[in-house]
């Protein structure tokens, strides 16, 4: 990597840790890495331990490889994120709309919460522009994407790029409700 790469990945790491309104001391002192080597990562991306942006990108809920390369490349299919799994998931209640305006470097559109009962027929599948974010806020839902059926409950999120074939609908006995965001 270039001097000029390895700046880019400090700014990313910066930005990630600010857009989700963590303190650098509190993320060195986790880190087990004193604040002024923490610090220099931020500012020269130079010497950052693998196991650094590792905890990171499971602490913030973040690919990995978008930290390294600061592209979303896991977006070209879906990314589903446990709860528990990571920081972005644990606080779903209050979810910072600007850490996905941070994460995707996009344009973020209206947020919509959908409700999808038990007797719904599902809903044919559909492609879109943009990057869709799904957050389950009650019950289970299962998300068809590409053939493939995931099936998330209360605190389970998905990333993924909706240009390919995707919907939505209950799998539970009760309404599943759940927050979707889509970028330009």
Same mark, same amino acid.
Request: aromatic share 10%; glycine share 8%.
């Given at each position: 990597?270039?001097?000029?790469?390895?700046?880019?990945?400090?700014?990313?790491?910066?930005?990630?840790?600010?857009?989700?309104?963590?303190?650098?001391?509190?993320?060195?002192?986790?880190?087990?890495? &004193?604040?002024?080597?923490?610090?220099?990562?931020?500012?020269?991306?130079?010497?950052?331990?693998?196991?650094?942006?590792?905890?990171?990108?499971?602490?913030?809920?973040?690919?990995?490889?978008?930290?390294?390369?600061?592209?979303?490349?896991?977006?070209?299919?879906?990314?589903?994120?446990?709860?528990?799994?990571?920081?972005?998931?644990?606080?779903?209640?209050?979810?910072?709309?600007?850490?996905?305006?941070?994460?995707?470097?996009?344009?973020?559109?209206?947020?919509?919460?959908?409700?999808?009962? &038990?007797?719904?027929?599902?809903?044919?599948?559909?492609?879109?522009?943009?990057?869709?974010?799904?957050?389950?806020?009650?019950?289970?839902?299962?998300?068809?994407?590409?053939?493939?059926?995931?099936?998330?409950?209360?605190?389970?999120?998905?990333?993924?790029?909706?240009?390919? &074939?995707?919907?939505?609908?209950?799998?539970?006995?009760?309404?599943?409700?759940?927050?979707?965001?889509?970028?330009?």
């Amino acid at each position: 990597m270039s001097d000029e790469d390895l700046k880019q990945l400090g700014q990313r790491i910066k930005g990630l840790r600010e857009a989700c309104d963590v303190d650098a001391a509190e993320l060195a002192a986790e880190l087990n890495v &004193p604040l002024e080597r923490y610090l220099s990562f931020e500012e020269t991306g130079a010497d950052v331990p693998i196991s650094v942006i590792y905890h990171m990108a499971r602490k913030f809920g973040v690919d990995f490889t978008e930290i390294l390369s600061g592209g979303g490349g896991y977006l070209d299919s879906v990314q589903i994120v446990r709860k528990g799994d990571g920081k972005t998931v644990d606080r779903y209640p209050g979810y910072h709309f600007q850490d996905l305006a941070w994460r995707y470097g996009h344009k973020i559109m209206q947020p919509l919460l959908v409700t999808l009962d &038990p007797s719904d027929d599902p809903a044919a599948l559909v492609q879109h522009q943009g990057q869709e974010f799904n957050l389950v806020l009650s019950g289970d839902m299962t998300l068809t994407f590409d053939d493939q059926e995931f099936t998330l409950s209360q605190g389970d999120c998905a990333y993924f790029n909706p240009m390919h &074939p995707h919907g939505q609908k209950c799998a539970s006995s009760v309404p599943v409700v759940f927050l979707t965001v889509i970028t330009e």
